[in-house]
């Protein structure tokens, strides 16, 4: 069996002075390696792309758990992430977005009041399905759009009575 690797789990709260009370969040990255798709294309190290990609879904997660209630924690463990495209390999990185290639992400969620009692949990399996785009792209700070797309019409589900 393969030895369960926690690539991070870090409890993230903004300092911005709005966000002083906010919900706390935690993310657990369980056994990355065998994500269906988080190819890091000839730019960076597996381990680097990684890093990034982690990091660019925990600062966009933590804003979003941020518009909970004060006082609660919203706990997320995933355990496998397809992002949108498809990596191709020329002399650069290059992430070709199609309709065929959406991305998907699979993860269980509890949000806990402060006490730590269960207001909610879950197993979610997400699609965006709705990618009608068609065209080339390279990282950038809209690398992981359609991903975020798909996250913030999970937040406004789940969450309904927060403004996300």
Same mark, same amino acid.
Request: charged share 25%; glycine share 4%.
């Given at each position: 069996? @393969?030895? &369960?690797?926690?690539?991070?789990?870090?409890? &993230?709260?903004?300092?911005?002075?709005q966000m002083l009370n906010a919900a706390q969040l935690v993310v657990e990255w369980s056994e990355?390696?065998?994500?269906?798709?988080?190819?890091?294309? +000839?730019?960076?190290?597996?381990?680097?792309?990684?890093k990034h990609v982690f990091t660019s879904f925990e600062k966009f997660l933590t804003h979003r758990?941020?518009?909970?209630?004060?006082?609660?924690?919203?706990? &997320?463990?995933?355990?496998? !992430?397809?992002?949108?495209?498809?990596?191709?390999?020329?002399?650069?990185?290059?992430?070709? @977005?199609?309709?065929?290639? @959406?991305?998907? @992400?699979?993860?269980?969620?509890? !949000?806990?009041?402060?006490?730590? +009692?269960?207001?909610?949990?879950?197993?979610? +399996? !997400?699609?965006?399905?709705?990618?009608?785009? +068609?065209?080339?792209?390279?990282?950038?700070?809209?690398?992981?759009?359609?991903?975020?797309?798909?996250?913030?019409?999970?937040?406004?589900?789940?969450?309904?009575?927060?403004?996300?």
């Amino acid at each position: 069996m @393969i030895k &369960l690797l926690k690539y991070c789990v870090i409890s &993230l709260t903004l300092s911005y002075s709005q966000m002083l009370n906010a919900a706390q969040l935690v993310v657990e990255w369980s056994e990355p390696n065998e994500y269906t798709d988080i190819k890091e294309g +000839n730019t960076q190290t597996r381990s680097g792309f990684q890093k990034h990609v982690f990091t660019s879904f925990e600062k966009f997660l933590t804003h979003r758990a941020a518009k909970l209630p004060e006082g609660q924690t919203l706990k &997320l463990t995933v355990t496998d !992430l397809d992002l949108a495209g498809e990596t191709r390999f020329n002399f650069d990185e290059i992430r070709i @977005i199609k309709d065929h290639y @959406i991305p998907r @992400i699979k993860f269980s969620y509890q !949000l806990l009041d402060k006490s730590g +009692n269960e207001l909610a949990a879950g197993e979610e +399996n !997400l699609k965006n399905m709705g990618m009608s785009t +068609n065209y080339l792209t390279r990282p950038s700070e809209e690398q992981f759009k359609y991903e975020f797309a798909m996250l913030n019409s999970w937040f406004k589900k789940t969450f309904p009575d927060n403004s996300f």
